[in-house]
């Protein structure tokens, strides 16, 4: 056990890349666990914060984040910590961004202690009534934020229609599927994997029928779940269900292309062949990262945060314990779709710690 010096760990444990998959994550093997130095206070430049790391979140985007190719940002290196988005605790501060104590989000990566820049880091300005730390990377994270775009900005959801949504017991998929019905529409129609989630789809989410796409009979009831076929489609799986979507897509449907999940562990991967109803229906098929809307993002949060407070929107999430040791496990579980609702890793639950010290 590492032991503290005047308060401070003197180790850390971090995740570091290993090797390189070409196809699924295979634990303690892609990855290794490293205790180093934890880094101090003194270590700290102008601007630098030194944060632990509270929790940190699995998303599907982390698999493309291993791959070698062009990208939104460059692939990370062997040797390197895993990039990751965190919830983390300031220890010491040089930025008048935050001070010691402040809890901020950060990708801080999935390590227990590390530096950054105040320039990476956010300060969340508020969790609002009913909110919760965790919040901060799920409804209120980027995860509602990419529901949120995706479904308002891309899909341009109204009254009337009928919306459907892949991986929809996911973090962004649950969010969406509620965004849909917050925003009016019609039908929403979510699928997932296994009769749990689809279960928490209807009963919590909200949705008027939820498929899994395990189901002998998906191909079937699929069909009988659109008789006036699909004018939203939030993509969160691509491959199969991105091609069933395409045979049942309304004139002028607007294809909101935020993830393909089914296809990042895949060596060969696969391409819609109804592509052609793109012309013939008139679809709009749009990709977009989250990212791109950062400027938005505070009206997009006062909006989110305004449906969480005045229970329109719920959230799920699933915690796994056992810190940076069970990360790479965590990701394993995440794309055989072991989680409902956002899947964190749990370093340092701040709740605890407080009421043992009560």
Not at 44 to 61: F, H, Q, V, W
Not at 232 to 248: H, I, K, T, W
Request: with cysteine.
């Amino acid at each position: 056990m590492f032991h503290h010096t005047h308060g401070y760990k003197s180790h850390s444990l971090q995740l570091e890349l290993a090797h390189r998959p070409s196809g699924p994550i295979i634990p303690g093997h892609t990855f290794r666990v490293s205790a180093v130095p934890a880094p101090v206070p003194s270590d700290l430049n102008e601007g630098d914060l030194l944060l632990e790391t509270l929790y940190i979140s699995l998303d599907p985007a982390m698999r493309g984040w291993l791959d070698d190719v062009r990208s939104y940002v460059p692939p990370v290196q062997i040797d390197e910590v895993m990039r990751a988005f965190c919830i983390c605790r300031v220890l010491a501060s040089r930025s008048p961004k935050a001070a010691a104590g402040d809890v901020v989000t950060a990708m801080n990566g999935i390590r227990e202690i590390g530096i950054l820049s105040d320039k990476h880091v956010e300060k969340p300005a508020f969790l609002p009534p009913g909110g919760k730390t965790t919040d901060l990377l799920g409804v209120l994270g980027m995860t509602g934020l990419t529901a949120y775009f995706g479904m308002m900005k891309i899909g341009n959801v109204k009254k009337g229609d009928t919306v459907l949504v892949s991986a929809a017991a996911g973090a962004t998929g649950s969010v969406a599927v509620q965004i849909a019905r917050i925003q009016g529409a019609k039908r929403v129609i979510g699928t997932a994997g296994s009769d749990e989630k689809c279960r928490w789809l209807v009963e919590e989410g909200g949705v008027d029928v939820a498929l899994n796409y395990r189901d002998p009979e998906f191909r079937k009831k699929f069909k009988e779940a659109t008789p006036e076929f699909v004018d939203v489609y939030f993509d969160n799986v691509g491959g199969e269900q991105l091609d069933m979507a395409l045979a049942r897509a309304n004139r002028g449907a607007r294809f909101v292309m935020c993830g393909g999940i089914s296809q990042y562990n895949a060596e060969h991967k696969q391409g819609p062949k109804n592509i052609a109803n793109v012309i013939t229906m008139r679809i709009r098929m749009e990709g977009f990262i989250v990212f791109d809307y950062a400027d938005e993002y505070p009206t997009a949060l006062g909006q989110l945060a305004q449906w969480l407070a005045e229970g329109k929107l719920k959230r799920k999430e699933t915690i796994l314990k056992g810190g940076v040791r069970v990360a790479d496990e965590g990701m394993v579980k995440l794309y055989r779709g072991g989680n409902i609702g956002k899947l964190l890793v749990e370093v340092k639950n701040p709740d605890e710690e407080r009421q043992s010290k009560l």
